[in-house]
């Protein structure tokens, strides 16, 4: 066995060994590479190269000519000890085919041992070796891992993404806005403006709930079409266009509602529009753009309003009678 690895983190020592591994309880947290190796990964690794050396020394035994022979008990016990050490670690990665392998390995054991009966000849314990050990690699080959960029790092599994404002103000995007910073992460880039296009229309959605807007045939703001939707925003600032008294109040939810309005249609016609219907795929410029564009945006839309918002914003505005 290999011995418990320890690395300094900050002030104090943490012993990998009693980490998590990433495949345990659903974690997506960041692994490095020196963590796989450090964890559960080193137990097979350790199983990898105990038989690569029980397949060199029947190998050689063979090229004597006694390959005919019957295997003793305590090479049985050798063997058992390799196997049984990496078996937790083969059942939590899901090596199903060398867990099959070594079970029936384990078993002709189990069977010939009190019969008092060899189990394996040298040639029949070589082959069985050398088939578990191949099929540990064939399957060590299927299992990917994603490699992330060290300047992608900060989007990674980030829950508060956009700030503790917009994670307060909407509940219901923090999944999404998770999502488009692992999509960037991943360079997955088409993927992440899909995902901001998502959190943008929570946002479209809150402003309309806070200025009234409604829809034909009592349809709900959650089905109406974005155009739509911003033409009923645009509406409902015509009253502060025309009849607001002037002054700072005045120029201050215009401001708002202008800046927002331009801010949706842009949106709209820039990324949401090509990426619901496939006539655009984004490069990472454009995505990264698209998460700066939306991560200010809703910022600054979550000073004024949240998804729970059913009131108009109170500008203190005047009116002329």
Known sequence: MIPPLCREVGQGEVCLDKIASPWEGGSSRLWSLLDLIELKVKEIAQLIFSLQGLEAKYIAYLATGQGY????????????????????????????????????????????????????????????????????????????????????????????????DVYDAFLSIRDEIKDAGNCLAAELYTACVFHLMRVAEYGLRALAKERGVTLKHNKPIEYGEWGTIIRGIEKTIEPIENKAQAGPEKDAALAFYHGAIGEFRAFKDVYRNPAMHPRKRYDKYEAASAMQHVLEFMKKLSNYVTEKTKKSINWKLKYTP
Do not use: W
């Open 69 to 164: 022979l019957n295997i003793g008990c305590a090479e049985e016990d050798i063997i058992l000890r390799i196997i049984a050490s990496a078996k937790p670690e083969l059942n939590t990665v899901e090596m199903v085919s060398s867990l099959d392998c070594i079970h029936i390995i384990e078993s002709r054991f189990a069977t010939c041992r009190p019969l008092g009966i060899s189990s394996y000849t040298y040639i029949e314990i070589n082959t069985a070796i050398s088939g578990l050990l191949n099929t540990i690699l064939r399957e060590l080959d299927r299992h990917k891992y994603v490699y992330i960029n060290n300047d992608n790092v900060k989007y990674f599994e980030q829950d508060k993404l956009f700030g503790d």
